[in-house]
């Protein structure tokens, strides 16, 4: 089942007098001229959350995130004018948007916009829309995970996206829209069936991804080619298995696991190649570091698919 955020959006015309004598249209940043626009995202943010577990690892505790755990922290609200530039930016976190977070105020000028709407559940890098000095236009703007150093990024969360028109007419009743965000990442999940505690000397095992497609581009919705430069360490949420969140493509990247030999903790590196990892669906790689156990039958492999992606995952064994 396609997993959407269903989010109602109530507009709201607030109308200021004009003189009769004026006949031309006043500027679009004429403070008279602008209409309130309210979005309400509340309801489905915790409908979303309420779909997981939400318990995340306790410091110092050494046990790991539940299954699935995710938590919508951030959203971002873009107006673009009919030119396609920006007029409008907000952003909401829990931690400094706590009261209000899930419910977006503005104003805009009468006329033909387009409202981006994006829910992660990290912070993201906005730069190329949120810093003042860069182009205003839509055609230069996308986002993509946050970094952590010139070339290391941090994992992608859970991430939904939607692109809408709006009019805003000077005068008229207000407005209802319902709006359906979608979610524009796959899941990468790879289960390591002989991984050693994370505790044991040799125990260290570090998951990575290249090449990466780091950003989605607002304007034609299209995610940027894959590089090798990013670093990028995959998040292990048991001692058998490592979760991540990808821009869903059809670009083929290899995985690549570092560990260590269990007796004499040598490094060593597993590479899985010619893997994707599709919009709303899971790519599950499974197998073993140190030999297939010897045993009849073979392995024995278990996938358990979360209803709320497409049923259809892409199994790879190793």
């Not at 104003?107 to 890098?125: D, F, Q």
């Not at 949420?237 to 696991?257: C, M, P, R």
């Amino acid at each position: 089942m396609k997993r959407v955020l269903f989010l109602p959006l109530l507009v709201s015309m607030l109308f200021a007098c004009k003189k009769d004598a004026v006949k031309n249209d006043p500027p679009v940043d004429s403070v008279s001229d602008k209409k309130a626009i309210s979005i309400s995202i509340a309801d489905f943010i915790r409908e979303e959350e309420n779909m997981r577990s939400a318990k995340k690892k306790q410091p110092n505790s050494g046990t790991y995130a539940k299954e699935d755990s995710a938590r919508i922290s951030d959203i971002y609200y873009i107006a673009y004018n009919s030119n396609g530039n920006k007029v409008s930016l907000i952003h909401q976190d829990t931690v400094n948007q706590s009261s209000s977070f899930g419910t977006i105020s503005d104003s805009l000028a009468s006329g033909s916009y387009t409202i981006v709407l994006i829910a992660s559940e990290k912070p993201l890098y906005t730069e190329t829309f949120t810093s003042p000095v860069n182009n205003p236009n839509i055609s230069s703007h996308s986002f993509g995970p946050a970094f952590l150093g010139a070339v290391a990024i941090n994992p992608l969360g859970d991430l939904f996206f939607k692109k809408i028109q709006v009019d805003i007419a000077p005068t008229g009743n207000p407005t209802s829209l319902e709006v359906t965000l979608n979610r524009i990442v796959g899941k990468l999940e790879v289960n390591i069936l002989d991984a050693l505690p994370a505790t044991d000397p040799n125990g260290y095992i570090g998951v990575q991804v290249t090449p990466l497609s780091i950003a989605f581009n607002l304007a034609d919705e299209s995610i940027s080619q894959p590089e090798s430069i990013w670093q990028w360490i995959g998040t292990r949420t048991s001692q058998h298995t490592f979760k991540d969140y990808l821009f869903g493509a059809n670009n083929e990247f290899n995985v690549v696991i570092s560990y260590k030999d269990k007796n004499t903790g040598a490094d060593l590196v597993k590479t899985i190649e010619h893997v994707t990892c599709h919009t709303n669906k899971k790519t599950i790689i499974t197998g073993y570091l140190y030999g297939t156990p010897n045993h009849p039958g073979g392995p024995d492999y278990q996938v358990k698919l979360n209803q709320s992606w497409d049923s259809d995952s892409t199994v790879i064994n190793f």
